[in-house]
């Protein structure tokens, strides 16, 4: 078995304000993901990542930019948070690109104040 | 583009009844459904996963899919306290063209009344 950690679990930031979200995986997967969960609107993929240095836009990737630095981590940076924003942003990964099977991390809840 | 729709968006039963939900998609070619259960400030749990039509079965979780119908079901048998959570129905987004990529429902928030 293995595990996702995304860090932090809470993130409260301010309007404008750069953030950055981590996320570890300890399964040896190939390919990880980032979410973006709000409120009755389901998840939306805003990145992902098929192998250790490659990178390709979700539907959300407005606003984002991210970062695989190693095959176990991948970062998500919120460019400029807008005020008023609530959501979570759900880390996941999966053995390839061809293996349906994602497995998800806790969540980091943003609150922009 | 593929869309997901769930219903209801919110039940409530009581406990030792059947619960039901359902999922509507728009691509009738998908061959990829998978049902997630979210506990409240936590991650997704995949329950069933099911690529052909019919019934899929783990555990007191039972997955019906028709394709013909873009209908994909899932059923809770005895459901426990600890089933009362968002359920989360996911289909494959670009059918056909070897991509893993999953497109979810808003899901549908379940509770149990003991």
């Known amino acids: 078995g293995g595990i996702i950690t995304q860090t932090p679990k809470f993130l409260i930031g301010q309007e404008g304000q750069k953030l950055t979200l981590k996320c570890q995986q300890n399964f040896n997967h190939d390919t990880m993901y980032w979410y973006r969960q709000d409120s009755g609107k389901g998840l939306r993929l805003i990145y992902y990542?098929?192998?250790?240095?490659?990178?390709q836009k979700g539907d959300l990737s407005e606003g984002y930019d991210a970062s695989r630095e190693k095959k176990s981590s991948f970062s998500l940076t919120v460019t400029s948070a807008q005020k008023n924003e609530m959501a979570v942003f759900l880390c996941?990964?999966?053995?390839?690109?061809?293996?349906?099977?994602?497995?998800f991390g806790p969540g980091t809840r943003l609150t922009v104040l | 583009q593929q869309k997901v729709q769930q219903s209801p968006e919110s039940l409530t039963v009581s406990e030792g009844a059947m619960a039901s939900l359902n999922c509507t998609f728009s691509d009738g070619t998908s061959n990829n459904f998978r049902w997630y259960r979210q506990h409240s400030a936590k991650g997704l749990e995949v329950l069933v996963s099911?690529?052909?039509?019919g019934e899929k079965e783990e555990g007191r979780f039972t997955a019906h899919l028709n394709r013909a119908n873009l209908h994909v079901s899932l059923h809770i048998r005895e459901p426990q306290p600890s089933d009362s959570a968002v359920y989360l129905c996911?289909?494959?987004?670009?059918?056909?063209?070897?991509?893993?990529?999953?497109?979810f429902g808003k899901g549908t928030k379940f509770s149990l009344i003991p």
């Open positions: 990542s098929i192998t250790e240095n490659d990178l």
């Open positions: 099911i690529f052909s039509d």
């Open positions: 996911a289909v494959s987004s670009e059918p056909g063209t070897g991509s893993n990529r999953l497109t």
């Open positions: 996941a990964s999966s053995l390839d690109w061809v293996s349906y099977e994602q497995y």
